[in-house]
């Protein structure tokens, strides 16, 4: 059985960038807005210069002993968010959660019934506890969405969905943790890869082709995600 890499090149977002090395999760900025919501992991401080923003610095988390094996940075101009994905096949998010893109609500709650515990954003990993009972191998994140495949082939959808980009049915405006049938195994040929960017989500073939995406997906975006995808690009 193959190992995950130990190392990933960067997921990047409108403002953000995480990568892995040796199994630690590291997080720049690009711009100034890019710990905004604490997504590089750390709290925000007016008191540092931008530039110090932008030097890679490992995110912390409450015990030592997580091994990290991918993650995907999402957000636009105005959010911002980060998925981590450990040895385990638990994810943990820290960054914005105006629209449940962290995934801290529960599963059964729904839209209407998610609280936020008087927090719209976390400056440090959360665990994901809606997921804790699967086994996660891929994340991904858009602007203001989440996107996780389980080993069994099934993808979890959370976060901002009006546009469609969760492949839940009615488009819900928000959405937890939840099962997406159109973009599962059990709908599709068998999901090896997922990508999410902006508001569109698309799910990929072990040989690269894409299955399905739903959302706003510009053309330009599917073409890139193509080649990515084709030439053996993690998941992002």
Request: hydrophobic share 30%; with cysteine.
């Amino acid at each position: 059985m193959n190992r995950p890499p130990t190392s990933t090149p960067p997921s990047c977002s409108q403002n953000h960038c995480v990568t892995i090395k040796h199994r630690i999760a590291y997080a720049f900025a690009t711009n100034k807005r890019g710990n905004r919501f604490g997504q590089l992991g750390r709290p925000k401080s007016s008191s540092k210069p931008d530039d110090a923003l932008k030097t890679p610095k490992q995110i912390q988390f409450q015990t030592n002993d997580v091994q990290l094996i991918a993650a995907a940075a999402g957000g636009s101009k105005d959010s911002g968010h980060t998925l981590l994905l450990d040895l385990e096949g638990q994810v943990h998010a820290c960054g914005c959660d105006r629209w449940q893109q962290l995934g801290l609500g529960s599963s059964e709650a729904g839209a209407v019934g998610y609280t936020w515990q008087g927090r719209l954003w976390h400056y440090t990993p959360q665990l994901v506890s809606a997921l804790a009972s699967k086994h996660v191998i891929a994340v991904a994140a858009g602007d203001d969405h989440s996107v996780v495949l389980l080993k069994s082939g099934e993808v979890y959808t959370f976060g901002r969905g009006e546009h469609g980009q969760l492949g839940q049915a009615g488009k819900p405006f928000v959405m937890p943790p939840t099962k997406s049938t159109e973009l599962s195994s059990n709908n599709v040929q068998q999901v090896a890869s997922i990508r999410a960017e902006g508001n569109c989500t698309g799910i990929f073939s072990a040989n690269g082709g894409l299955l399905k995406n739903v959302g706003r997906c510009p053309k330009d975006l599917l073409t890139k995600w193509r080649i990515l995808t084709s030439s053996g690009q993690a998941s992002g």
